[in-house]
């Protein structure tokens, strides 16, 4: 194994690193952000959006992430939608991570005890006041490790961002084995990056969850 390699091929490593961190952190922030409003559309929403909230939900689920990617970059020209190869890859990870964060949320916010929300309207609680004080936090210790999880898996598919050029990590690899023909050493690399990046999410999701936990023990 020829690890000289990297002292030419670090800076572009450490690039699409970079790259690929900046897809993922905001391919699940927003992914997230998206995921909460259809699982409170779901839970509060007219029966009427509630089945095409679901419709996108079995839609996107059921179609690979490749061919949403596929279709949103080139066939979105088509309908006016011109995107360059970042913003359609962050936008794809949004679409894609949606409605499993919003499976994750609907499953977290059913397993709040009934009996706490029909106490709160009892006592004259609005249901916005509800949803802040009750269903969001009780809501998210519950939803915590299985959003950690999909995060994880999340961030191993920005790999297939390469697809459609974004210079994130597995585009700068393919690079450096194509010029050096040293893909042994380049896979290698790869999997050491994303070791350390899924280690890095777990730790910080355990941090998270212990805080959480804590915080809630405090208040009641």
Same mark, same amino acid.
């Given at each position: 194994?020829?690890?000289?390699?990297?002292?030419?091929?670090?800076?572009?490593?450490?690039?699409?690193?970079?790259?690929?961190?900046?897809?993922?952190?905001?391919?699940?922030?927003?992914?997230?952000?998206?995921?909460?409003?259809? &699982?409170? %559309?779901? @839970?509060? =929403?007219? $029966?009427? #959006?509630?089945?095409?909230?679901?419709?996108?939900?079995?839609? /996107?689920?059921?179609?690979?992430?490749?061919?949403?990617?596929?279709?949103?970059?080139?066939?979105?020209?088509?309908?006016?939608?011109?995107?360059?190869?970042?913003?359609?890859?962050?936008?794809?990870?949004?679409?894609?991570?949606?409605?499993?964060? &919003?499976? %994750?949320? @609907?499953? =977290?916010? $059913?397993? #709040?005890?009934?009996?706490?929300?029909?106490?709160?309207?009892? /006592?004259?609680?609005?249901?916005?006041?509800?949803?802040?004080?009750?269903?969001?936090?009780?809501?998210?210790?519950?939803?915590?490790?299985?959003?950690?999880?999909?995060?994880?898996?999340?961030?191993?598919?920005?790999?297939?961002?390469?697809?459609?050029?974004?210079?994130?990590?597995?585009?700068?690899?393919?690079?450096?084995?194509?010029?050096?023909?040293?893909?042994?050493?380049?896979?290698?690399?790869?999997?050491?990056?994303?070791?350390?990046?899924?280690?890095?999410?777990?730790?910080?999701?355990?941090?998270?969850?212990?805080?959480?936990?804590?915080?809630?023990?405090?208040?009641?």
């Amino acid at each position: 194994m020829e690890w000289s390699i990297l002292q030419q091929y670090g800076p572009s490593l450490l690039k699409g690193f970079g790259n690929t961190v900046l897809c993922w952190a905001l391919g699940t922030v927003f992914g997230m952000a998206l995921g909460l409003v259809i &699982a409170l %559309i779901q @839970r509060y =929403g007219p $029966r009427w #959006v509630t089945w095409i909230v679901q419709a996108y939900i079995e839609v /996107i689920r059921g179609t690979p992430f490749l061919v949403q990617l596929f279709v949103l970059y080139y066939g979105g020209p088509l309908v006016g939608l011109r995107l360059d190869a970042l913003p359609a890859g962050l936008l794809g990870l949004t679409i894609y991570g949606s409605p499993y964060f &919003a499976e %994750i949320f @609907r499953s =977290g916010f $059913r397993a #709040v005890p009934l009996g706490q929300i029909e106490a709160a309207r009892a /006592i004259g609680m609005s249901e916005l006041n509800i949803v802040r004080r009750i269903l969001l936090p009780l809501g998210l210790v519950s939803a915590l490790p299985a959003l950690v999880n999909f995060s994880i898996i999340l961030a191993k598919e920005t790999v297939i961002l390469s697809i459609i050029t974004v210079p994130e990590l597995l585009y700068q690899v393919q690079r450096m084995s194509t010029e050096t023909f040293r893909y042994l050493e380049a896979n290698v690399v790869l999997a050491l990056f994303f070791w350390g990046l899924v280690e890095a999410i777990s730790r910080v999701g355990h941090r998270l969850e212990a805080r959480i936990t804590k915080h809630l023990i405090e208040r009641t």
